[in-house]
């Protein structure tokens, strides 16, 4: 269900229905709003970043503290990845 607080979702519906399928908050919040945004096309963007593995751990580690991953200080570059992958 909807929070009448959550002004920063552009499309409840969706982010609600990717929320019971298990996405993370901000996956499903980035997801609904591209989605509300006529100018994106969700589905067809991605692969402009180079993969994870490709990213130094410095590189991994500003991204996991940027999304606010806890526990970040104590992982390893695969888990890292798998940590931000998952978001």
Do not use: F, H
Request: charged share 35%; glycine share 6%.
């Amino acid at each position: 269900m909807a929070e009448t607080n959550r002004t920063s979702i552009k499309n409840d519906s969706t982010y609600d229905a990717l929320r019971d399928k298990g996405y993370s908050k901000s996956k499903a919040a980035a997801i609904a709003n591209a989605q509300a945004n006529d100018n994106m096309a969700p589905s067809e963007k991605g692969g402009k970043a180079p993969p994870y593995e490709d990213w130094t751990k410095d590189d991994l580690m500003e991204r996991a503290r940027e999304i606010e991953i806890e526990g970040r200080s104590t992982m390893n570059k695969d888990e890292l990845i798998k940590a931000l992958r998952n978001g």
